[in-house]
């Protein structure tokens, strides 16, 4: 199982992002997938998941602003990040859960500058 995030870069305070992670290995559709983020010196926080039959759930810190979604076809899960805040600076992490383990992806750096 491997999973690739990308989609990350630097954005202006108001501005939007949409993150991938690439699941390969699996089917993303039969388990939750994650998001996660970690600012630095902080502790990594979940941000958003999306369970197998596509329930979605959300930190109250994104809530109204981030949208977490997946496409089947693609074996993709998104991140539609928008009203980004300096707050959201990060490294973004997917991560997925095939028993008895979970898989993180590499992590994909945001910066919203103010």
């Known amino acids: 199982v491997q999973l690739q995030a990308s989609g990350g870069g630097l954005v202006q305070t108001g501005g939007s992002l949409r993150l991938s992670c690439v699941v390969s290995?699996?089917?993303?559709?039969?388990?939750?997938t994650y998001w996660y983020r970690q600012a630095p010196g902080k502790q990594r926080d979940l941000v958003a998941f999306?369970?197998?039959?596509?329930?979605?759930n959300y930190a109250d810190s994104v809530k109204g602003r981030f949208t977490i979604s997946r496409d089947n076809a693609k074996n993709t899960v998104y991140l539609q990040m928008n009203s980004l805040k300096p707050e959201d600076t990060a490294v973004y992490y997917c991560?997925?859960?095939?028993?008895?383990?979970?898989?993180w992806g590499q992590g994909t750096q945001v910066t919203v500058s103010s």
């Open positions: 999306i369970t197998s039959p596509g329930n979605t």
């Open positions: 290995g699996t089917s993303s559709s039969l388990t939750n």
């Open positions: 991560r997925i859960d095939v028993s008895p383990r979970a898989y």
